[in-house]
């Protein structure tokens, strides 16, 4: 096996902004879902999306041959296709994030296939984890140096307060308004984890709920990873998610709404290391906070449990809120049975623009 092919390929990989190093598990990874044909294929490809006549001439390759290539990865989560309004299709390299490795799960299937490639893609985060450890143990330094976190959370948006202007980046509804292609598959993390042996520890928690939109959602139904949703079934969805206390995330600029995820503490990848290493800073708060009226909280500790960035504990039989830990999601405050919460702004950050190399998955 020509193993410079898959070094070269994680390196055209790594031209996208999530990146991995070429290490063991991660080439293992590449090994498993790529030939060797197919892994040529992909690191040779450019940079952005492409007509499959620009490509057959850029790579000098046979237009036939090429196509059936390009629709067989597709088929596989390792090709992305979005179409032009004239419906010329396009053809891309997805990312690592998201990316291949969140269409290996979306199915939500248990063959030994999918078997096999879930302990692949669990040895990389295992691999990955260590190494990170070593950044994370000066949370500081390792905050200033990743910059700020790739995802941010969307509150409740019942909770939010009414005595403060809320701008559209901040209410699901206006952002679901702009969107007109919805599609759900099965969570990465929490399906990893069952595989893992270590099950999402919410009762009855919804396993399909990574949420994407546009092109990529249509995509994910055309190659029959996700399921199409209506605005109405989506909306309902998330509103099961906050009963189960997940937390809504979403990326970290305005542009394209590229991922919706709906993340719990014990099985989130990049939550758990917020929980391992506490002041880690993966996950952008909302611009809200959750506060305690004590004379009127009973104690009866439901915010405690439903917390997934474990920032309530109980002080004189009361609860409260650690504000270093809080990331505003909502969720204690539309369950609290004495309504002793409430959310209140403690920022006015707006996300940036969306970077020109953050395009969905036409990279």
Not at 39 to 65: C, F, S, V, W, Y
Not at 335 to 354: E, M, T
Request: with cysteine; net charge negative.
């Amino acid at each position: 096996m020509n193993e410079d092919i898959y070094v070269k390929l994680c390196e055209r990989l790594n031209k996208n902004v999530v990146k991995r190093p070429p290490i063991v598990s991660v080439l293992n990874l590449l090994r498993e879902l790529f030939t060797e044909e197919q892994a040529k294929l992909a690191a040779e490809m450019p940079l952005g999306a492409h007509t499959l006549k620009r490509l057959a001439e850029q790579l000098n390759r046979d237009e036939a041959q090429l196509e059936n290539m390009l629709e067989t990865m597709a088929d596989e989560g390792i090709m992305f296709v979005a179409k032009r309004e004239n419906n010329e299709k396009e053809y891309s390299v997805p990312p690592f994030a998201p990316g291949i490795f969140e269409l290996q799960y979306l199915k939500g299937e248990e063959t030994e296939k999918a078997r096999k490639r879930f302990h692949l893609i669990a040895e990389t985060h295992k691999e990955l984890s260590a190494m990170a450890d070593d950044l994370f143990k000066d949370v500081e330094a390792a905050n200033k140096k990743m910059g700020s976190p790739g995802l941010r959370t969307l509150a409740v948006e019942e909770e939010l307060p009414s005595n403060t202007e809320i701008a559209t980046w901040e209410k699901i509804s206006e952002i679901m308004d702009q969107e007109d292609s919805f599609a759900v598959g099965t969570c990465t993390c929490r399906h990893e984890a069952k595989f893992e042996g270590d099950p999402c520890k919410i009762d009855g928690v919804p396993m399909e709920a990574c949420v994407y939109f546009g092109k990529v959602a249509d995509y994910i139904v055309d190659r029959k990873f996700g399921k199409r949703y209506s605005k109405e079934e989506l909306l309902d969805l998330l509103k099961t998610c906050e009963k189960h206390g997940l937390i809504h995330t979403i990326n970290n600029f305005l542009g394209d709404n590229i991922v919706l995820c709906n993340c719990c503490g014990c099985c989130c990848q990049i939550m758990k290391p917020m929980l391992k290493h506490r002041g880690l800073n993966r996950i952008g708060g909302s611009n809200f906070a959750a506060v305690v009226d004590p004379e009127t909280c009973t104690g009866c500790e439901e915010c405690v449990d439903l917390c997934q960035v474990e920032a309530i504990e109980m002080e004189d039989d009361k609860a409260k809120i650690n504000p270093d830990y809080c990331i505003g999601c909502g969720n204690c405050v539309s369950q609290c049975p004495s309504g002793s919460l409430s959310l209140v702004r403690c920022s006015d950050y707006k996300p940036p623009k969306q970077r020109e190399d953050v395009v969905g998955f036409g990279l």
